[in-house]
């Protein structure tokens, strides 16, 4: 919180998550957030710092270690009017409310003729990396995107931290946020009024005329590196963040993609059946036959994710294998490319030190 400028204070993403909560929590009596954990003293990363002493603990409180009993309260109070954030700890844990969520929160709606809403924010966080090892690294956004009545949000920085927060608590349908880990140091410009990132619009963070690369979540400050990386060697990439999975903006990611006839999608996941292969599928089908547009997908390799690092610097896509894709497809006749490796590793590596 250093500098101050009119787009806001520059301010870490886990605190702008914490601003929104407490903004929320004090616009509207309603919104309450518990969640296993949420008020001890670690306060999940600090997102939920100060909000017990603010809004006492029944507003704020911890949880059983039980995500189906508890989803199906948070979806309970959500019908019977409550505004309801339900903090996971993983992502994978999402795992054991599925049924909660896909069949009750997401459904209930449309089931009962509109007569009954589910505003409900389920926050659920992706452990990437420092040895998370297979069952606390996975991020499962596309088994969400899957499903008609959830709304899936990934900020990508502490400005859309907040306003996609806001949006979501605010939203009367059942909004899954995914928020990554490595990033909830990153800073960024934030307006200290409430103020809401809306559904359905992606953002060009980065502009380009050679290729379109579409990054998700954490893959978007690692594809920015990228893109510094491939305009050394004269390449124009643009890089483009969707915000918002679903609702899916591809009328903004379509007229790129035409524009450069390259596109490149980068995901903190595997790729069957994700995230990436949609966002290709829907445009390819927009464009046409005749468009003339290169696709490729870059993510998780296709086994379980590894603990050790020496293993994860292959499981996961970096600045530098990024680099490479987009220079392979910008100058296809070239040998292959690989920048400086000293120059490719993951935001994290040099700045996040784990959790504990």
Known sequence: MSTSTAEGRLLRYVDALQEAFAQEMARDESVFLFGLDVDDHKSIQGSTRGLLQEFGPERVFTTPLSEDAMTGMAIGAAMAGMRPIHVHIRMDFLLLCMNQLVNIAAKAHSMYGGSVKVPLVVRSMVGKSWGQGAQHSQALHSLFMHIPGLKIVAPSNAHDAKGCMIAAIR???????????????????????????????????????????????????????????????????????????????????????????????????????????????AVLERAGPDAGIMVRRIGFAPVTCPPSPPLEAAFYPNPGTVASAIHAMVRPAAPAWQPDPERTRLSYQSSFCGPF
């Open 171 to 281: 939203d009367d349908n059942p909004v899954l946020v995914m928020e990554h880990r490595l990033l909830y140091g990153t800073e960024a410009y934030v307006p200290e009024a409430p103020f809401e990132v809306r559904p359905g619009r992606a953002r060009v963070v980065g502009p380009g005329d050679d290729i379109t690369v579409v990054a998700i979540s954490n893959m978007v400050p690692e594809c920015l590196r990228a893109r510094d990386l491939v305009a050394e060697v004269g390449i124009s990439a643009e890089v483009i963040d969707p915000v918002w999975l679903q609702p899916l903006d591809i009328d903004s990611l379509l007229a790129s993609a035409r524009r450069t006839r390259r596109l490149l999608v980068a995901d903190n996941a595997w790729l069957p059946c994700g995230a990436s292969a949609e966002i290709i599928a």
